[in-house]
C-alpha cells in the first residue's frame, strides 16, 4: 500500500522546512495560539469576588501549565499523532482505524458512535471558535479607549460575515500570509511576558505541580469550577491531530515543543507576573502587558491571529463535513476546489452559511467573550474524551500494547478529560448546553441518514435482479444493441441497476458498449491512483468498474473513466451518456424508522445534492429514470 505523501513532509530538504514549520504555525497553531486572550482572565474571574491572592494565581498558572504539559504534549504530541490512517490523522480517521480489525457489529457501531460524537463537537467547536476568538480580541479596543466599548459587537460581527464572505475564494492566496503573522503573534506574545517574567522571577515556582495541588486542596469548589476556564488554554489541541496529513507529524512536533509551547508559557506566567504585581490588571491581563503605545497594535495583530484561526477552524468543518459524507453519515453536499493544485482545499456552501449564521447568533446571544467561554469547555472536552476513548482501542488493537500499558496512559487521561468535562458540565444552564444540543442534532441527523440509506439499500437489493442471471438471459433477449456507450451507477455491483431495467422496458434498447460502475468509498484517506479502478469484462461490450476513494478526497468520474483506456476500454467523454436512477422516497405504510427519523432522512433525501454534480458529470450527458421508493 502506498503511504500517503503528507508524512514525507517530515524530511523535507532543510531548505523547504522553514517554510512548511510557517505554515505548520498558520494552519494548526492558531486555535491553541490565541487562547492566552481569553484563557487566564477567564480562570481568574473565579477568585475575583474574594480578591486574588498570589497562591491562587501560581496555582492557576500550575494547573494551566500542566494542562499544555500532559493533555497537549504527552497525549497528543507524543501519543495519539503515532495513530495515524496512512498520515491522515483527526476523530473520523481514528474512528476508521479503531473500527479495523474489530468484527462485532454492535461493537463497530458503539465506535462510530464516538467517532461522530466527536465529529459532531467538533462542529460545535467551529461555530465557537470564531465568535469567542474575534470577540475577545476586539474587546482590545476597551483597554486602549474605554468610549470604544459600544463598537465591539458591530466590529466583531462585520469581521465575521467578511471572513465567511470570501470562504469561497479558497485559502491559497491568502495561506502564505498565515505562517509569518502567527510566527510574529507569538513572538510578540513571548517576548511580552519574558519581560513581565524577568521582573518577577519568581513566578516560575508556578511550574512545581505543587501550586495546582495547593489551590484545589485549599480552594477545593472554586478550584474545580475554575478548571472549567483552565482547559480553554488547550483548546486547539485536536487539531494538532487532525491536520497532520497536511504537513506530517515530525514538523508539528517541532513547532509545538521548539517554539510554540515556550511563546505561550511565557505569555501566560506573564500574565499571572502582572497580576501579582498589580491586582487591578485582572481585567484583562492579556493586553495590559502590553505599553499603552503598543496596545492598540496589538489589538490589530490579535485580530488579524484570531482571524486566522477561525479560518482553520472554518477549513477544518469543510474537511470534516466531506469526511462524514463520503462515509456514509451525510448526504451529498456541494464540494468546491478552490485550488487547482492542492486537494485538501475546499469550499462546502452549506457548512459555511451554516456555520456563518450560527456564530452570528453566538456572538449576539452571548454578547462578550467571558460568556461564550461558558459554551466552549465543553465542545473540547467532549472531543478530547471521544479521542481518548478510540485510542485505548487503537493502541490495544492495532499497536498491540498490552492491556496494563494502554490503561496506565489513556486511563490517566481519561480521567483528566473526565474532570475537565465535569467542571464545564456545571456551565450547561449558562451556555454549555449549546454544543450539547448542536452535537446531539448533527448526531440525530447523522445516524438518520445512516439507518435510511441502510433500509433503502436492503429494499432496493430485494427488489433487484442479480447480475449474473441478466447476463445469461441477454443473448436469447434479442435486445436491439444501439452505437454509443451507457454508463449506469449501481450501488452493488454484482445486481443489475434499476435504470437498465427502466430503460429496456421503455426504450426496449442497449447501447452496444455497457459501463456498471460502482463508486466505492474505502476506509483510507486517499487511494493510490493504481488501486483507483478495477474492470472486469462480463460480455461483449459489457463491463464491470469499481472506482475507489478515500474519505479525503472528492469523486470526479469523468476523469477516473477517462483513466481507463490503459485498461482497454474505449471511453469518449462526448459520446457516453449516463443513465442515473432516481428514487422519490415516500413514508411506507409500516414505516421502519421512528416517525421524527424518518421525516429528517426525508428532508436531507430530497434536500442532497445531485449525482451528477456530485460525481462532476455533465448535467447534458445524464438521462434520469424515476422510480417511487416506498421505505
Known sequence: MTVATAGVVGTARPGV?????LGVLGVVYGDIGTSPLYAFKAALEHFKDGGVHDWEVLGLLSLIFWALVLVVTVKYVLLVM?????????????????????????????????????????????????????????????????????FVLPLSAVIIVGLFVIQWRGTGRVGSLFGPVMAVWFCVIGLLGLIQVVQKPYV?????????????????WVAFVALGAVVLAVTGAEALYADMGHFGARPIRQAWLLFVLPCLVLNYFGQGALVLADAKAVENP??????????????FLATAATVIASQALISGAYSVARQCVQLGFLPRL????????????IYVP??????????????????????????????????????CVLAIVVFRRQFHWSRTATLAA?????????????????????????????GLALMGLMTSWKRGRDLLFDRWKQDSLPLASFLVRLPQSRTIRVPGMAIFLTGNPDYVPGALLHNLKHNKVLHERVLFVTVQNQDVPEVPTEERATVNELAPGIHRVVIRYGFMESPNLPRDLAALRTEGVSFEPMQASYFLGRETLVPASVPKLPVWRLWLFLVMARNAVPATEFFRIPSDRVVELGARVAI
Open 82 to 150: 503515532r495513530a495515524d490512517n496512512r498520515g491522515e490523522g483527526g476523530i473520523l480517521a481514528l474512528m476508521v482505524l479503531a473500527q479495523r480489525g474489530v468484527t462485532g457489529a454492535r461493537m463497530r457501531s458503539v465506535l462510530a458512535l464516538v467517532g461522530i460524537g466527536g465529529a459532531c463537537l467538533f462542529f460545535g467547536d467551529g461555530a465557537i471558535t470564531p465568535a469567542i476568538s474575534v470577540l475577545s480580541a476586539v474587546e482590545g479596543l476597551e483597554i486602549v479607549t474605554p468610549s470604544l466599548q459600544e
Open 334 to 345: 456541494t464540494v468546491r476546489h478552490t485550488s487547482a493544485t492542492e486537494e485538501g482545499q
Open 204 to 220: 516560575l515556582l508556578a511550574m512545581s505541580p505543587s501550586y495546582a495541588i495547593e489551590v484545589m486542596v485549599h480552594d477545593k
Open 350 to 387: 452549506q457548512v459555511n452559511t451554516a456555520l456563518m449564521i450560527g456564530v452570528l447568533i453566538l456572538v449576539f446571544a452571548f454578547r462578550t467573550s467571558d460568556a461564550l467561554a461558558a459554551a466552549y469547555g465543553i465542545a473540547v472536552t467532549g472531543t478530547f474524551i471521544c479521542t
Open 410 to 438: 489513556f486511563g490517566g487521561f481519561f480521567v483528566i478529560d473526565g474532570v475537565f468535562f465535569a467542571a464545564n458540565a456545571l456551565k450547561v444552564p449558562e451556555g454549555g448546553w449549546v454544543p450539547l444540543v448542536l
Open 17 to 21: 522546512r522553514v517554510a512548511t514549520l
Open 286 to 299: 492579556f493586553f495590559l502587558l502590553a505599553p499603552a503605545w503598543l496596545r492598540l497594535p496589538l489589538v
